[in-house]
C-alpha cells in the first residue's frame, strides 16, 4: 500500500512520546527532503528485486523503527565500494534521507547519497578555504587505510593524513563513530574536490619529546606491532617508538598488545623517529 494512501492519524494515535517523536522526523524527512541522523547498527542482507538480486543493507533504528540504506544508496559509486567495506560500518554515525515508509510495518528505506550531497552544498555555500579546521567522521576502518565522510565527502585516509608515525594495524588504533579534526590542505567546488589532514591539525608529537622522555630513562608502554625484527612501542599518544629486543631476550616472547618496559636510545632529528630498547615484559 503506498504510504499516501494510509491513514496515519489513526496508527499513531496510540503512540508514546517517544514514538510519535521519531515517526515525525521520519515524515518530515520523507515529504521535505531534510536530513536524519544515526548509528548504523547492523547490515542485513535483502532482496532487492522479484529476480533475487541480493544485496546488503546497513539498518539504524532511531528507536522502535527499522531503517534500511540498501548498497546503492550508501556509496556514490557502489560497485567500487568492497562489500567487506559495507560489513565494516557498525557503528558508523551517517546523514541519510527518508525514501520510502512501509508504516503498517514499522520499516523505512534510506538514501545516504541524497544526504552527502545535502552536505557538500552546505560546504561550499561557506566558500571553504585551505587551512579551516572539519570534522572528520570515521566509517570504516581496515589494516592500512581509514575510510570517513568529511562535509558529504568520502575519503580514504593513509598514515600520511592521519598521524605523524605510520601504524601495521589501524583498526587497533581506530574505530567507527570517532571524529576527529582535520586540516582542510586542498578544496575545489568546481572540481568537486577536498584533501585534508588528520596529523597536521594537532603539534608534531616529536615537539619537546626529548624533555618528557630523555636518552637512557625507562618507559612503560604496550607493543602496537612487529615488523622485520624490529617492534613499535607505543611512547605516547599518536606516536610511537621504534625499538629493538634486547639480547638476553627472543622475538618470541613478546606479541601485539604485550605490556613492556623499554629503554630510550636515540633520537632521530632529521626523520624525527625515536629509538629504544625493550628490556622486559612489565606485568
Same mark, same amino acid.
Given at each position: 500500500?503506498?504510504?499516501?494512501?494510509?491513514?496515519?492519524?489513526?496508527? !499513531?494515535?496510540?503512540?508514546?512520546?517517544?514514538?510519535?517523536?521519531?515517526?515525525?522526523?521520519? =515524515?518530515?524527512?520523507?515529504?521535505? #527532503?531534510?536530513?536524519?541522523?544515526?548509528?548504523?547498527?547492523?547490515?542485513?542482507?535483502?532482496? /532487492?528485486?522479484?529476480?533475487?538480486?541480493?544485496?546488503?543493507?546497513?539498518?539504524?533504528?532511531? =528507536?522502535?523503527?527499522?531503517?534500511?540504506?540498501?548498497?546503492? +544508496?550508501?556509496?556514490?559509486?557502489?560497485?567500487?565500494?568492497?562489500?567487506?567495506?559495507?560489513?565494516? /560500518?557498525? #557503528?558508523?554515525?551517517?546523514?541519510?534521507? $527518508? +525514501?520510502?515508509?512501509?508504516?503498517?510495518?514499522?520499516?523505512?528505506?534510506?538514501? %545516504?547519497?541524497?544526504?552527502?550531497?545535502? %552536505?557538500?552544498?552546505?560546504?561550499?555555500?561557506?566558500?571553504?578555504?585551505?587551512?579551516?579546521?572539519?570534522?572528520?567522521? @570515521?566509517?570504516?576502518? &581496515?589494516?592500512?587505510?581509514?575510510?570517513?565522510? @568529511?562535509?558529504?565527502?568520502?575519503?580514504?585516509?593513509?598514515?600520511?593524513?592521519?598521524? =605523524?608515525?605510520?601504524?601495521?594495524?589501524?583498526?587497533?588504533?581506530?574505530?567507527?563513530?570517532?571524529?576527529?579534526?582535520?586540516?582542510?590542505?586542498?578544496?575545489?567546488?568546481?572540481?568537486?574536490?577536498?584533501?585534508?589532514?588528520?596529523?597536521?591539525?594537532?603539534?608534531?608529537?616529536?615537539?619537546?619529546? +626529548?624533555?618528557?622522555?630523555?636518552?637512557?630513562? %625507562?618507559?612503560?608502554?604496550?607493543?602496537?606491532?612487529?615488523?622485520? &625484527?624490529?617492534?613499535?612501542?607505543? /611512547?605516547?599518544?599518536? =606516536?610511537?617508538?621504534?625499538?629493538?629486543?634486547?639480547?638476553?631476550?627472543? !622475538?618470541?616472547?613478546?606479541?601485539?598488545?604485550?605490556?613492556? $618496559?623499554?629503554?630510550?636510545?636515540?633520537?632521530?632529528? $632529521?626523520?624525527?623517529?625515536?629509538?629504544?630498547?625493550?628490556?622486559?615484559?612489565?606485568?
Amino acid at each position: 500500500m503506498n504510504f499516501n494512501d494510509i491513514n496515519t492519524n489513526e496508527l !499513531d494515535r496510540d503512540l508514546s512520546p517517544e514514538e510519535r517523536a521519531e515517526w515525525n522526523s521520519i =515524515y518530515a524527512s520523507y515529504r521535505a #527532503g531534510s536530513l536524519l541522523s544515526g548509528e548504523i547498527s547492523g547490515i542485513d542482507s535483502f532482496y /532487492l528485486d522479484e529476480k533475487g538480486v541480493s544485496m546488503l543493507a546497513a539498518v539504524v533504528i532511531p =528507536y522502535r523503527v527499522k531503517i534500511l540504506i540498501p548498497e546503492k +544508496q550508501l556509496w556514490d559509486d557502489y560497485e567500487s565500494v568492497p562489500k567487506s567495506v559495507t560489513r565494516n /560500518l557498525l #557503528g558508523a554515525k551517517i546523514d541519510f534521507v $527518508i +525514501q520510502d515508509i512501509n508504516r503498517l510495518n514499522n520499516i523505512c528505506t534510506a538514501s %545516504r547519497i541524497a544526504a552527502t550531497a545535502i %552536505r557538500r552544498r552546505e560546504f561550499f555555500r561557506k566558500n571553504p578555504k585551505a587551512g579551516e579546521r572539519v570534522k572528520c567522521n @570515521i566509517l570504516a576502518v &581496515g589494516m592500512s587505510k581509514v575510510i570517513v565522510e @568529511i562535509c558529504g565527502f568520502d575519503l580514504q585516509l593513509r598514515w600520511e593524513e592521519l598521524c =605523524y608515525t605510520p601504524f601495521l594495524d589501524y583498526r587497533l588504533r581506530y574505530s567507527a563513530g570517532q571524529v576527529l579534526p582535520a586540516i582542510i590542505k586542498k578544496v575545489s567546488n568546481r572540481d568537486n574536490v577536498l584533501k585534508v589532514s588528520v596529523r597536521e591539525a594537532k603539534p608534531h608529537p616529536y615537539e619537546g619529546l +626529548q624533555k618528557r622522555h630523555p636518552v637512557n630513562s %625507562r618507559r612503560t608502554s604496550v607493543i602496537t606491532g612487529k615488523y622485520k &625484527g624490529s617492534v613499535f612501542c607505543k /611512547l605516547e599518544e599518536d =606516536y610511537d617508538c621504534l625499538c629493538n629486543i634486547s639480547d638476553y631476550h627472543s !622475538d618470541s616472547e613478546f606479541e601485539i598488545g604485550d605490556r613492556v $618496559i623499554i629503554v630510550i636510545r636515540e633520537y632521530d632529528d $632529521i626523520t624525527r623517529r625515536v629509538y629504544g630498547l625493550i628490556m622486559s615484559k612489565w606485568r
